[in-house]
């Protein structure tokens, strides 16, 4: 059984790519946090980085901004596990229903 297709692969690789190069541009290497690029960040790891906004009283109190990275990225590989989850189940669905559709015109 095949997991991973070539598109599956491709459209992970870019999703985390660019997640990967917002939390740099949001948060590493500096003393700040660049708003934009945190509210870019936040979007594209939607839903779960609804959990950060709990999580800013630590930020504005001087927790760690790496810290808030790792966060981030986790939040990108939970969308894309359930992503590959989610088309897993519904193509079993897909040939389930074939089957019951088949079944029903043989009889």
Do not use: D
């Not at 692969?9 to 190069?21: A, K």
């Not at 989610?86 to 389930?96: G, Q, T, Y």
Request: glycine content about 8%; proline content about 2%.
């Amino acid at each position: 059984m095949k997991y991973l297709s070539r598109p599956s692969f491709w459209v992970i690789s870019v999703y985390l790519s660019l997640v990967s190069v917002s939390i740099g541009f949001a948060c590493i290497g500096r003393e700040t946090v660049e708003t934009t690029w945190l509210l870019v960040v936040i979007g594209l790891t939607l839903p779960w980085s609804v959990v950060t906004f709990f999580l800013i009283w630590a930020l504005i109190h001087g927790a760690g901004l790496a810290f808030f990275g790792l966060l981030s990225f986790f939040f990108a590989l939970l969308n894309c596990f359930l992503g590959l989850l989610i088309r897993h189940f519904s193509n079993r669905a897909e040939k389930w229903r074939k089957t019951v559709r088949n079944v029903g015109n043989q009889s």
